[in-house]
């Protein structure tokens, strides 16, 4: 006799596996990712997240200055997840901002290297995390950054379900569209694990979260007409920020 939660287990698993294997470095055995598989993308930030603030945390109590503990953080992030979505942020930058026509843009986010709208980018997002993170995690706020982190991850699976791809190939295109049933599956999940992190201010924070992602993926679909990984990753750069952002007023 079939059990329906009993019968999904395998593929509920697969779909945790392939969300670090596809977001992450973690070493994880090799899982071809579902579309319906972005509901698990928030434990992604909780890991990582998690991970790069418990570093943090151990860096304030050895007596490290929080500036640095933050730059800590930042850096244990980068190197769980492979700067992923920092990159796609560059790259949005450059060919959003730095071509004239949807082809050239997408020709110029798939060039590996980094022109001047995406250092700038990068440079003031890092610089925006790095105040954030150091002002959260001196008032001891480590829930609200972690929800944050949570979040921003659930963003991309909207973005991804709401905009068709905006090029053939590419990782967004292999990947598959997740339907909105996965997408907003993935909000409730993200919605569950930052609540139990920062409690009801997770809601303000997905607020922001939100909106952030409406206003890029606006921007993507009049820019290239839909969206790709590039896209995504910058999703949950902006997203994080807006998150944090918010949660530092919460500190007034």
């Known amino acids: 006799m079939s059990h329906p939660i009993r019968d999904h287990l395998p593929l509920l698993a697969r779909d ?19 579309p319906a598989g972005v509901w698990a993308w928030p434990l992604v930030g909780l890991a990582t997240g998690g991970a790069a603030l ?22 244990v992030q980068a190197a769980l997840t492979g700067a992923l979505h920092e990159d796609g942020l560059a790259d949005c930058a450059d060919g959003f901002w730095g071509g004239h026509t949807r082809e050239r843009r997408l020709e110029i986010m798939k060039d590996s290297r980094i022109g001047s709208y995406g250092a700038v980018a990068l440079m003031l ?17 480590w ?22 791809n905006a090029r053939a ?18 909000v409730g999940f993200g919605l569950l694990l930052g609540a139990f992190a920062a409690g009801s201010t997770a809601l303000w924070l997905a607020l922001a979260v939100a909106l952030v992602a409406a206003g890029l993926a606006g921007v993507a ?26 949660a530092t007023a919460y500190l007034a």
Request: glycine fraction near 12%; aromatic fraction near 4%; charged fraction near 5%.
């Open 143 to 164: 829930g609200l950054a972690l929800a944050a982190m949570i979040l921003s991850r659930a963003a991309m699976g909207l973005v991804m379900a709401g905009l068709p």
């Open 169 to 186: 190939g590419g990782l967004s295109a292999q990947h598959g569209a997740p339907s909105w049933v996965a997408a907003w599956a993935g």
């Open 221 to 246: 679909r009049a820019k290239i007409g839909g969206q790709t990984g590039d896209v995504l990753g910058a999703t949950q750069v902006l997203a994080e920020l807006a998150a944090l952002a918010v």
């Open 54 to 75: 418990a570093l943090g945390a151990l860096s304030l109590w050895a007596g490290v200055s929080v500036g640095v503990a933050a730059v800590l953080v930042m850096a």
């Open 125 to 141: 997002a890092l610089l925006a995390r790095w105040s954030a993170l150091a002002a959260l995690m001196s008032a001891g706020a």
């Open 16 to 34: 945790m596996v392939a969300a670090f294997g596809l977001l992450s470095r973690i070493p994880v055995p090799f899982t071809l990712p579902r």
